[in-house]
T-cell receptor
Framework: DAGVTQSPTHLIKTRGQQVTLRCSPKSGHDTVSWYQQALGQGPQFIFQ???????QRGNFPDRFSGHQFPNYSSELNVNALLLGDSALYLC????????????FGPGTRLTVT | GQQVMQIPQYQHVQEGEDFTTYCNSS?????IQWYKQRPGGHPVFLIQ?????EVKKQKRLTFQFGEAKKNSSLHITATQTTDVGTYFCAVLTYLDTGRRALTFGSGTRLQVQP
């Protein structure tokens, strides 16, 4: 049973560009959350997707958008990249009900130059 | 959302010494989760605490939830080099959408000297 997978593992982009990150949740999980983790910090909640809709958003600008597909996989899009967007982007999935244990993927390391 | 403060930010111990990290909130928490992130890795769920005064043990790890449900601690007895990593507490919030979301603390980075 594959866990949460993310692609790509590393990405280098230039300021002003756009980026798309991808996530496949753990089998049986229907909710996907995205987090941004800056160096030395805890994960910061970006948004959560359930039933193909954004259900909640953290304190992130509209440059950050997402999508969830019928197979529960998800994308995170960031437009007009800033240097401060450089971080580890983590996708986490959770199963219906239960204690809301978050299963994290390995993350995508984004560097903006 | 609910905020939690974690202390210390960093601790360096000799192998075999004990280690404790604390998570504090100014408001009452409905529950708290703990995660471990190894260097270069991703957070891995350790445990969830729900009840006032709850104590749970996992081998050398002891987790406590305060009586007032405003603080929590993780204690590691006789640390080993495999304990190296950053330990995060996270608060589960029930949203007005009926969904749930986690707010993470800033973490305590543990370094173990062999």
């Amino acid at each position: 049973d594959a866990g949460v997978t993310q692609s790509p593992t590393h990405l280098i982009k230039t300021r002003g560009q756009q980026v798309t990150l991808r996530c496949s949740p753990k089998s049986g999980h229907d909710t996907v959350s995205w987090y941004q983790q800056a160096l030395g910090q805890g994960p910061q909640f970006i948004f959560q997707y359930y039933e193909e809709e954004e259900r909640q958003r953290g304190n992130f600008p509209d440059r950050f958008s997402g999508h969830q597909f019928p197979n529960y996989s998800s994308e995170l899009n960031v437009n007009a990249l800033l240097l401060g967007d450089s971080a580890l982007y983590l996708c986490a999935s959770s199963r219906p009900g239960g204690i809301y244990e978050q299963y994290f993927g390995p993350g995508t390391r984004l560097t903006v130059t | 959302g609910q905020q939690v403060m974690q202390i210390p930010q960093y601790q360096h111990v000799q192998e075999g010494e004990d280690f404790t990290t604390y998570c504090n909130s100014s408001t009452t928490l409905s529950n708290i989760q703990w995660y471990k992130q190894r260097p270069g890795g991703h957070p891995v769920f350790l445990i969830q605490l729900v009840k006032s005064g709850e104590v749970k043990k996992q081998k050398r790890l002891t987790f406590q939830f305060g009586e007032a449900k405003k603080n929590s601690s993780l204690h590691i007895t006789a640390t080993q080099t495999t304990d190296v990593g950053t330990y995060f507490c996270a608060v589960l919030t029930y949203l007005d959408t009926g969904r749930r979301a986690l707010t993470f603390g800033s973490g305590t980075r543990l370094q173990v000297q062999p």
